[in-house]
């Protein structure tokens, strides 16, 4: 079973830096597309990046200019790092990584908690 591991949360103060990391565990598996979701209150998890296998990334508005996605493809790796962190980027942040195994299947990391606060 493909398992995902994120490191790298934690507690920084307006306006500093952080950077996520996410290692899947099979590197002998074809990975497509790897991002990162955050989740606050509600059920929904937020797209916040993505990353395609040729390594095009996608941002949401609200961290576009802020945050960079980046991925080593031999080591089934995928990184965010955060820059001028807000308020409002507290939240849980979740890997995601799509591959492909018979089919295509997606895969979640458990998550990994940033609280940016002063």
């Known amino acids: 079973q493909v398992q995902l591991v994120e490191s790298g949360g934690g507690l920084v103060q307006p306006g500093n830096s952080l950077r996520l990391s996410c290692e899947v565990s099979?590197?002998?598996?074809?990975?497509?597309?790897m991002g990162w979701y955050r989740q606050t209150l509600g059920p929904e998890r937020e797209l916040v990046a993505v990353?395609?296998?040729?390594?095009?990334?996608k941002y949401s508005d609200s961290v576009k200019g802020r945050f960079t996605i980046s991925r080593e493809n031999a080591r089934n790796a995928v990184h965010l790092q955060m820059n001028s962190l807000n308020s409002e980027d507290t939240a849980s942040y979740y890997c995601n990584a799509s591959y492909e195994a018979g089919g295509i299947f997606a895969a979640w990391g458990k998550g990994t908690q940033v609280t940016v606060s002063s």
């Open positions: 990353i395609s296998s040729g390594g095009d990334p």
């Open positions: 099979e590197t002998m598996i074809s990975i497509k597309d």
